[in-house]
T-cell receptor, first 114, second 117 residues
Framework: NAGVMQNPRHLVRRRGQEARLRCSPM?????VYWYRQLPEEGLKFMVY????????ESGMPKERFSAEFPKEGPSILRIQQVVRGDSAAYFC????????????FGPGTRLTVT | AQKVTQAQTEISVVEKEDVTLDCVYE???????LFWYKQPPSGELVFLIR??????QNEISGRYSWNFQKSTSSFNFTITASQVVDSAVYFC??????????????FGTGTRLTVIP
């Protein structure tokens, strides 16, 4: 059973470009979470999605960031017009259900904005 | 509001020593879950343990043990007879249960453990 897949593992973008990060949850998992880890810091929750629905986006910056989890295909975290401060590791996690279930993390995507 | 505090930023121990990583949390919820994750130098996050707020029994798994004290809002993690492979950043986390039943994790800032051979 494959784990949570994230790609790309490393992404370099120039300021002003768009970054698209992909996450394929574990088989059978319908809950996806995105977290951001700034250098030397802990992970910060960004958004929680179920298939075709955003359930909680309280941790998402109001501008330039968006997320989706379509009926078919991976979840996408999209960052428009990236700035240097967006450089971070972005982790995706999935779980089969809700609060009682462990979240399984992907290996992360390390975004570098030059 | 939820908050997780890991006051120890970095700890160094010599191999085979025991080490305890502290975690103090704040929450207004009566039902919550606490987690520990390990992040080795390779960067991935490895689940170690989940504990619900109604279960204060201490747990032991091999060289790892956890002490959950609700009275002091602490969930400390002890590694016995540490090994070089234990070198990693360890995160304590708390689950917030939102109105939608979401379980987004609140993470502490992590403790970097270095085990010296």
């Amino acid at each position: 059973n494959a784990g949570v897949m994230q790609n790309p593992r490393h992404l370099v973008r120039r300021r002003g470009q768009e970054a698209r990060l992909r996450c394929s949850p574990m088989k059978g998992h319908s809950h996806v979470y995105w977290y951001r880890q700034l250098p030397e810091e802990g992970l910060k929750f960004m958004v929680y999605l179920q298939k075709e629905n955003i359930i909680d986006e309280s941790g998402m910056p109001k501008e330039r960031f968006s997320a989706e989890f379509p009926k078919e295909g991976p979840s996408i975290l999209r960052i428009q017009q990236v700035v240097r401060g967006d450089s971070a590791a972005y982790f995706c996690a999935s779980s089969p259900g809700t609060v009682r279930d462990e979240q399984y993390f992907g290996p992360g995507t390390r975004l570098t904005v030059t | 509001a939820q908050k997780v505090t890991q006051a120890q930023t970095e700890i160094s121990v010599v191999e085979k020593e025991d080490v305890t990583l502290d975690c103090v949390y704040e929450t207004r919820d009566t039902t919550y879950y606490l987690f520990w994750y390990k992040q080795p130098p390779s960067g991935e996050l490895v689940f170690l343990i989940r504990r619900n707020s109604f279960d204060e029994q201490n747990e032991i798994s091999g060289r790892y043990s956890w002490n959950f004290q609700k009275s002091t809002s602490s969930f400390n993690f002890t590694i016995t007879a540490s090994q070089v492979v234990d070198s990693a950043v360890y995160f304590c986390a708390l689950v917030r249960v939102s109105w939608a039943g979401a379980n987004n994790l609140f993470f502490g800032t992590g403790t970097r453990l270095t085990v010296i051979p």
